[in-house]
């Protein structure tokens, strides 16, 4: 649907309103054949340069609401203004929450930037374009992170911090493909990544016994960590074909050895660290030990508040239960 602009003839100075449809049409005033881009512009230019200004003030101070505005007004007189675009896509990305991240919007505004930007500038503006997703996904993953750990022991925290990840992750991909040679870009796929599989050890302050909170971890489902390895292993492939000294983190997973930690009254005993390495060396390596640390992180939290509330059942514990673990472990860890 065309809509009626105001314009200026740059060659007579006629005022006219033209349809901003068609990219041509004749002046009624001296026949002239005008650009109706031009034309616009030629009417609204002090306001365009007003708005330029005022937008990158607000920008400058951090205001991304107020630049979004006067990038909106400016595309109302110029629709084929990319650095308007441009910063109307970025101001977007700024002002994203956790409860929505403004991606989609984002995204648009940027191809829009391309779609009118000289092809001797498309390369720079893609490089920029790929900074400020990267730059804006990261932003908006801290936020989620902080979110976490201050409100791990609630309810759905950790889903809904799931959640956000996934939507960061989409987001740095989408700045990939912009910028495929970007290795930072490509680490903070993988960060992200193995941040979730990795997961979260954490003390739920609304579960305690005499005070004292039960530790807990946060884990993603055997199904979606096949599914994040996946895109370590194929993001990892392209960052070793760019940095071939690239070599590749191990993934930690968060723990807590719940029995052996209220056994020996402290999560940094000897203990305790040897039965983490054997499982996350070992048992996390075959179907059966997996079965069992889903089993003991499902019931490991009530023998364990058991245990740390009597010390009879500390000191069997540790007899028949931690003692013999450890010497185990022991084994299989010499023969590695």
């Given at each position: ?86 910063g109307k896509g970025e101001s ?59 409100y791990i022991s609630l309810d ?175 084994v299989f860890i010499k023969k590695?």
């Amino acid at each position: 649907m065309a809509f009626f602009r105001e314009a200026k003839c740059p060659n007579c100075g006629g005022e006219l309103r033209i349809p901003d449809d068609k990219t041509t049409v004749k002046c009624m005033y001296c026949s002239s054949d005008i650009v109706v881009r031009q034309a616009i512009q030629i009417a609204g230019g002090a306001n365009i340069e007003n708005f330029v200004n005022l937008a990158q003030t607000a920008k400058d101070a951090g205001n991304y609401e107020e630049a979004y505005g006067y990038y909106t007004k400016i595309l109302e007189i110029d629709p084929g203004n990319c650095e308007a675009w441009f910063g109307k896509g970025e101001s977007a990305g700024w002002t994203s929450t956790l409860r929505q991240f403004r991606l989609p919007e984002m995204i648009t505004a940027f191809q829009k930037a391309l779609d009118c930007t000289s092809s001797d500038k498309k390369q720079e503006l893609t490089t920029r374009i790929a900074d400020t997703i990267n730059s804006v996904a990261v932003a908006y993953y801290k936020l989620a992170k902080n979110q976490l750990k201050e409100y791990i022991s609630l309810d759905n925290t950790w889903s809904e911090y799931l959640e956000h990840c996934s939507v960061v992750i989409q987001a740095v991909e989408r700045a990939h493909e912009y910028a495929p040679n970007d290795k930072q870009i490509l680490e903070n796929i993988i960060f992200i990544c193995k941040d979730n599989i990795e997961g979260v050890a954490y003390d739920d302050r609304y579960d305690t016994f005499e005070g004292i909170p039960t530790p807990k971890v946060a884990r993603v489902s055997q199904e979606y960590e096949a599914t994040l390895r996946k895109k370590i292993e194929i993001y990892e492939a392209k960052l070793k074909q760019l940095d071939p000294s690239y070599q590749p983190a191990k993934i930690k997973k968060a723990s807590t050895c719940f029995v052996a930690t209220a056994t020996m009254d402290d999560a940094t005993h000897p203990f305790v660290l040897i039965l983490q390495e054997f499982r996350d060396e070992f048992l996390t390596k075959a179907k059966s030990g997996r079965a069992f640390i889903n089993y003991y992180y499902t019931y490991g939290p009530y023998f364990a508040s058991l245990i740390r509330k009597n010390k009879m059942f500390r000191f069997l514990s540790l007899i028949f239960i931690v003692y013999p673990s450890v010497q185990l472990a022991k084994v299989f860890i010499k023969k590695r």
